[in-house]
């Protein structure tokens, strides 16, 4: 299991809900949990790991209730708003401003099938408005700021043409 880069075309499919909770979905979740740890990230959703699934993890830092890994997640309320400097493990490198909702009120199953309801705010909202996104093929330069995104520019070409030189012709 590798973390996709930008431009991948899994990052912009709209992932399918998962109508079954099977080995495979544990297995799976539990390799994202391990390569988001290696990558010292605090989130990771299944399309970047090339499975279009609406599944996401968030490390929760330490207090590890089985709750970090959300299936089928949508949100109820948000309140508020932050503008802070955000990444994403699929565009090494690259930072940016994007303006959140400061508190959520979110749901999702968890992996014994339950329905669980969570109340984030700041960093956590953040990072689960933003692995919300990757599984409807949002990424986060769609939403930064035009100041952040004409910074991140030259990366992004650079990302784009790394790419072009990987990918195999067929
Ligand atoms: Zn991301």
């Known amino acids: 299991m590798n973390i996709v880069i930008y431009p991948d075309t899994v990052l912009r499919k709209k992932a399918k809900p998962l109508t079954e909770i099977n080995l495979e979905v544990h297995k799976k979740a539990e390799k994202m949990i ?5 990558s010292q990230g ?15 993890i968030i490390d929760f830092g330490g207090n590890s209730s089985g709750d ?49 309801e969570v109340v984030l705010d700041d960093l956590l909202a ?25 910074a991140a520019s030259p990366q992004l070409k650079e990302l784009e043409r790394l790419h072009k030189k990987t990918r195999v012709p067929v």
């Open 42 to 56: 605090i989130g990771l959703a299944a399309p970047q790991v090339g499975w279009s699934v609406r599944l996401f």
């Open 34 to 38: 391990e390569l988001m740890r290696q």
């Open 126 to 150: 953040r990072a689960w408005q933003h692995e919300l996104d990757h599984l409807n093929g949002c990424l986060f330069i769609d939403r930064m700021s035009p100041a952040s995104r004409f």
């Open 68 to 116: 970090k890994v959300f299936i089928n997640p949508s949100i109820i309320e948000e309140a508020g708003e932050t503008n802070k400097e955000e990444g994403c493990l699929s565009f090494p490198g690259i930072m940016g401003k994007v303006i959140r909702a400061r508190r959520i009120k979110a749901c999702a199953y968890n992996l014994k099938g339950q329905k669980i």
